[in-house]
């Protein structure tokens, strides 16, 4: 018989008990006994300490009555007539939108990624809670089981640091919230006061921020991708972070599925649609400048109320008008800026030599030279005179080579300074043409000014205070007082007529010296534009051409005092234009706002009114607090004489058929166009001022601090393209419209005059004593005026 292997030694000590003997049995359920009687304890523990959390808690919860009675903070809202948002002003965006009003895959993406048992609980899941301790258990990161309830108290009355007593504030008010609102009730306030990332309170407003559309017709895929926003707002805007936004949708719409919110189809639909995300260039307008005067007026009547009532306020300015002034404006003055000597690069980076990391580098430094509109900034790869390849913000390469370099072409010359040289890591400005093609540019240094408004109303049309709001805040169209130059001449003009001046009347062009005791001052020998004198001429011509020589000896014979009485008809302060003679070529100074309204009292046939730009304003509900109503022309506003507007609308309507403006005429193709050109002295103005009988427009184009826009550069070739290409579009569907004469006038021949001052009655001429220059003596002339001068 084999050997057995012998046993293992150990002692009888180390035996283990026999648990099926009655021993092991009692040691068994000793154990037990003693595991359940620590657990029962710690439970008692654990209840009394809630119990005791909550005694002490619950009458220190605060009150929660005003959930009734929801007022949340509502910016301030600026629509234009035609009901385009301008502009938002207040800490939070916000659309305050009823339950009923939020469609029903909104809420119940909602649902599923926030709390899907949102009707079936009393303000606590306790399934959730177990369910989240059992995740925090097996998995050390924190899972939540805030219900919507619970968060609904956590945004309106606690902190979001995690604490135990945190936690215990929140249930018991949970509760009480369930206790006093209805289900709907608790999810409105939720759906209207939950941040959600870019200044965001709401989903009405998120739908908006983030797709530019209203909350009703948002799909299935933005809703979810929306309802995955309370989570995290930052870390889940997809805007921001795309990636991870999206891995968080494509959970909830899977949520959604789950819990029957939607079918399969629409399930499969939603996890393939591509969204599409409005980004800061997606303004529907430009009125940056429109929504700031609003709110000025606003915070003038409600004070700090003015970004938490939620009020609407509604503009008379048309949206796709002020677009299309904005465009004009802008255009006007690039094209100037083109003209103008190139200043040198905005900045310049260092370029890393490994291409892979270029891309990242240029992000980096465009980031503090961000787009202006249209106005692309970029950083220069390579550089030569003949070509210049840049790298955009977003990544792409440009190339801009031909015409598009000849702006630039002093900072691409070898002979260029440090500072103006174009090379390799250079932040240049570009734009894009019609055609696609690039153009090396500049940041204009030239300002502007436009203002559209209905002489009939007063209502403002459009309104553009200057080349780009965030470069700078300064509206041009109020607060620039510049001087009008020949664009003020028809006011003189207008108190000639009254004076026994007519269309007809013969002034002499002829040079004109004063000395030093003539002008209180110094010698003055004025000009006309381009140098020449050209002799008699009637009136109407005079204006037309802009004679600066007729204009004189007119307000001489006028009587400044008188003239200056006179122009306070239109508006204009009395102070603001001394009684010289320099007034008779617009010395004075003037807003773009008042020549617009005086040119509209000629437009209307002779009323002033008052610009308005807020026709009304509403509380969140719609109800109007606030309304203004369209003036009646009657004899209250009448401030000029109908004869004299008419007459004076003669006048203006030549110029813009044959004179200095002919090219709106000729452009337009419409007969009912009026008004003058305007270029102050040493060119530092550029004006048109004109209208058709329905709206009136004035462009004003110069630097903040005067200076020189250029020897060649008059109101005709800079503001009236802009005004053209803005009437151009606002009346495209007006009717030509010719103004028909009033009572007191008669016309003979081409001129209209008044009925007193007809057929010869009035002044028949002026100056023609006075000689042309003998150009053989011209010199002598010069040498002698030196003399004075000095």
């Known amino acids: 018989m084999a050997p057995t292997d012998p046993a293992p030694p150990h002692s009888a000590a180390s035996e283990p008990a026999n648990v099926a003997s009655p021993a092991g049995l009692r040691m068994l359920s000793r154990a037990l006994f003693w595991a359940f009687g620590l657990l029962l304890a710690g439970v008692l523990t654990l209840l009394f300490v809630v119990g005791v959390a909550l005694a002490v808690a619950y009458p220190n919860l605060p009150e929660i009555s005003s959930l009734t009675d929801y007022r949340p903070k509502l910016p301030l809202r600026v629509f234009s007539a035609d009901g385009v948002q301008l502009g938002e002003f207040g800490e939070e965006r916000r659309n305050l939108t009823p339950i009923a009003q939020i469609p029903q895959i909104m809420k119940d993406a909602v649902l599923a990624a926030e709390d899907s048992r949102f009707y079936q609980h009393g303000g606590v899941d306790y399934k959730g809670v177990a369910r989240a301790a059992l995740e925090n258990l097996r998995d050390a990161r924190s899972q939540g089981a805030s219900t919507i309830t619970m968060q609904v108290a956590r945004n309106f009355y606690l902190s979001t640091e995690k604490t135990f007593t945190r936690k215990i504030y929140e249930i018991l008010l949970a509760l009480k919230i369930e206790n006093l609102l209805a289900k709907d009730q608790i999810l409105e306030l939720y759906m209207n006061q939950i941040y959600l990332g870019q200044r965001a309170n709401g989903f009405a407003s998120a739908a908006e921020i983030y797709f530019g559309k209203k909350l009703k017709d948002v799909t299935v895929a933005e809703a979810a991708m929306l309802a995955g926003l309370p989570k995290a707002p930052s870390a889940y805007n997809p805007i921001a972070n795309p990636k991870r936004a999206t891995q968080r949708q494509r959970y909830i719409v899977g949520r959604m599925f789950e819990n029957g919110y939607i079918t399969e189809a629409q399930h499969d639909e939603a996890l393939v649609q591509v969204l599409r995300y409005r980004t800061q260039s997606d303004a529907a307008v430009h009125a940056e400048f429109v929504a700031e005067t609003a709110r000025q007026l606003v915070f003038a009547q409600y004070g700090e109320e003015t970004y938490t009532r939620g009020l609407n306020v509604y503009l008379s300015v048309n949206a796709a008008d002020q677009m299309v002034a904005y465009r004009a404006l802008r255009r006007g003055l690039m094209d100037f800026e083109l003209r103008q000597v190139y200043r040198g690069p905005e900045a310049y980076v260092d370029l890393p030599a490994d291409a892979t990391l270029i891309d990242a580098r240029v992000a980096e430094a465009l980031a503090e030279h961000p787009d202006n509109d249209d106005l692309r900034a970029a950083v220069v790869l390579e550089a030569s005179p003949r070509k210049v390849v ?48 690039w153009t090396l540019t500049q940041v204009p240094e030239v300002e502007g000014a436009l203002v559209a408004m209905e002489p009939d109303t007063g209502a403002i049309r459009a309104l553009v205070g200057g080349f780009d709001f965030n470069k700078s805040k300064f509206n041009h169209v109020t607060q620039a007082w510049r001087q009008p130059g020949s664009s003020f001449k028809p006011f003189i003009y207008s108190a000639a007529l009254e004076k026994g001046f007519t269309p007809a009347t013969v002034v002499n062009d002829a040079p004109l010296f004063f000395d030093a005791a003539e002008t209180g001052s110094q010698p003055w020998e004025p000009k006309n534009y381009d140098g020449k004198f050209e002799g008699p001429m009637a009136l109407q011509t005079a204006l037309a051409k802009s004679k600066n020589m007729v204009s004189i000896r007119v307000l001489r014979a006028t009587g400044t005092d008188f003239a200056q009485e006179w122009i306070q008809h239109f508006g204009f302060e009395a102070d603001k234009h001394p009684a010289y003679l320099t007034m008779a070529l617009g010395a004075g100074s003037v807003t773009p706002m008042q020549m617009a309204v005086a040119y509209s009292v000629f437009a209307n046939g002779g009323y002033r009114l008052a610009p308005t730009l807020i026709t009304r304003v509403t509380d969140n509900k719609g109800k109007v607090l606030l309304g203004t109503q369209v003036p009646v022309l009657d004899d209250s506003l009448r401030t000029l004489p109908a004869r004299n507007a008419f007459v004076m609308d003669t006048l203006l309507q030549e110029v813009a058929r044959s004179g200095t403006a002919a090219r709106a005429q000729a452009t337009l193709k419409r007969g009912d166009l009026y008004g003058k050109t305007g270029t102050t002295n040493d060119s530092m103005d550029a004006w048109f001022a004109g209208f058709q009988p329905k709206l009136t427009a004035v462009v004003w184009i110069g630097y903040d601090n005067p200076r020189k826009l250029g020897d060649r550069e008059t109101g005709g070739g800079l503001a009236l393209p802009v005004w053209i290409e803005f009437m151009q579009h606002a009346l495209r569907n007006v009717p030509v419209q010719a103004i028909e004469p009033p009572e007191g006038v008669l016309q003979s021949g081409a001129y209209w005059s008044f009925d007193e001052f007809a057929q010869g009655r009035g002044v028949g001429s002026l100056g023609l004593d006075d000689k042309l220059p003998d150009p053989a003596n011209e010199e002598e002339r010069k ?6 001068k000095r």
């Open 390 to 437: 840049a790298m955009l913000q977003s990544g792409d390469s440009v190339t801009v080579v031909g015409d598009g370099l000849k702006p630039a072409a002093s900072g691409l010359s070898d002979k260029a300074g440090p500072k103006k040289q174009i090379r390799r890591g250079a932040v240049v400005r570009m734009m894009r043409g019609a055609k696609g093609e």
């Open 783 to 788: 040498s002698i005026l030196d003399l004075f």
